[in-house]
């Protein structure tokens, strides 16, 4: 089992990262147009309905694909709200059971969107505990990874209170969005091993002087499957798998204290948080 870094930029910025094995190759996108799925599918908010914000799609490496061989790219959204661990305001709670005399909009567009959205049968959106924002993963067919991008639903006019959308130059000024490549890393100590695991080598704590030390910051990149963790804030309570991916800052993503967000491969639910 190997372990791979995602570069962004042009192939000529993947090739100068590119140490070991085969050359670099195409790995999906970051940035607002999600993949090829229905918009019907497309992941919202639990609370309020609005549809999440793209935020990458990214092709797994065949070992990765853990869930099923047919199923060959990840696309990861996310959406701001300080209150997302509560239950939703009431006026949304009935506009989301049908009555709309109690939202600012009752004749938005927005609303027969949400009327006939449905779950997308790989997808899935969850809650960061401590944070409230909402994160969304959808596995993705070859079909759906390749097919013509998909631009974000219309979002509702009225947002709830803790619901705090950064502008989107925002989002362009401290994310990073352009074409991904897909490189092999070189000499991972940990390639195969799950962080956290009795056999996994925590390179920051070795020195310079040791034989084994890398500095991984330089080495690696902070978007990747598997091998040595990257998130500056260590594992904190979770626990993942060797089958494992990290993304950092692609297409606007913000995790609270500029952390990784760790997704595990292996699993139904996906998202590991802090």
């Known amino acids: 089992m190997k372990a791979y870094d ?26 607002p147009a999600g993949p090829a799925i229905d918009p019907a599918t497309w992941p919202r908010s639990p609370r309020t309905g609005q549809p999440l914000v793209h935020d990458a799609t990214i092709a797994l490496p065949p070992e990765y ?14 959406w701001p709200d300080e209150s997302g661990f509560l239950p939703a305001p009431a ?22 969107d949400v009327a ?29 990874f390749t097919g013509p991008r998909t631009e974000r639903p219309r979002q509702g006019r009225q947002l709830a209170p803790a619901e705090d ?5 925002e989002r362009v000024r401290f994310g990073r969005f352009g074409d991904l490549w897909l490189v092999e890393r070189d000499n991972d100590p940990n390639a195969g091993r799950a962080p956290g695991q009795a056999d996994y080598v925590d390179v920051r704590l070795l020195d310079d002087d040791d034989a084994d030390f890398i500095d991984v910051d330089e080495r690696f990149s ?7 963790l990257m998130d500056p804030n260590g594992l904190g309570r979770r626990d993942i798998s060797a089958w494992y991916m990290e993304i950092h800052r692609l297409g606007g993503l913000w995790v609270g204290d500029d952390e990784n967000l760790v997704l595990d491969l292996a699993t139904d639910q996906v998202f590991s948080f802090r």
């Open 65 to 78: 694909r853990y869930r099923s061989p047919n199923l060959v790219a990840m696309a990861v959204f996310d």
């Open 91 to 112: 006026n949304f709670a009935a506009a989301l059971a049908g009555d709309l005399s109690y939202v600012a909009h009752p004749d938005d567009p927005f609303w027969g």
């Open 222 to 228: 902070h978007v990747h499957f598997g091998g040595t």
């Open 6 to 31: 995602v570069v962004l930029g042009t192939y000529e910025i993947a090739v100068a990262a590119h140490r070991v094995g085969p050359p670099p190759r195409p790995a999906g996108w970051a940035g």
């Open 165 to 169: 959308l950064p502008p989107s130059d």
């Open 116 to 144: 006939a959205a449905r779950p997308h049968p790989h997808g899935s959106v969850v809650c960061d505990p401590d944070t409230g924002s909402f994160y969304g993963a959808v596995w993705l067919t070859a079909a759906e």
